[in-house]
């Protein structure tokens, strides 16, 4: 079993920056890959970013490519996402994902966060 919590969403203005963070605790961490996706108002849930547990393989959607930054700490069980020049399509739920395997679709990853919401005023 592995328990996730993410913090860090709230409210900016377009343009800004916020950083997300994804506390695991259960099994070993370290093993895990991690991703954060994110599910606006009526949208299905999509992928944002994705890290392995070596951290040599690293995905974005193209959306978030050179604006956000996913990133872990084993040490620290925790995977954070760093979101610069946010814009108001970035507004949904950001929740955060891990397994031992995991890939670009909801069906890889096994365990999830309650989700952080994230809301970018224009």
């Known amino acids: 079993q592995v328990q996730l919590v993410e913090s860090g969403g709230g409210l900016v203005q377009a343009g800004g920056s916020l950083r997300l963070s994804c506390a695991a605790s259960g099994r070993t961490f370290s093993r895990e890959d991690m991703a954060w996706f994110r599910q606006a108002p009526g949208k299905e849930r999509d992928i944002v970013a994705a890290?392995?547990?070596?951290?040599?393989?690293?995905y974005y959607t193209d959306s978030v490519k050179g604006r956000f930054t996913i990133s872990r700490d084993n040490a620290k069980n925790t995977v954070y996402l760093q979101m610069n020049i946010l814009k108001p399509e970035d507004t949904a739920v950001y929740y955060c994902?891990?397994?031992?395997?995991?890939?670009?679709?909801?069906?890889?990853?096994?365990?999830w966060g309650q989700g952080t919401q994230v809301t970018v005023s224009s």
């Open positions: 994902a891990a397994d031992t395997t995991g890939g670009h679709w909801l069906r890889d990853y096994k365990y």
């Open positions: 890290i392995s547990w070596t951290t040599l393989s690293i």
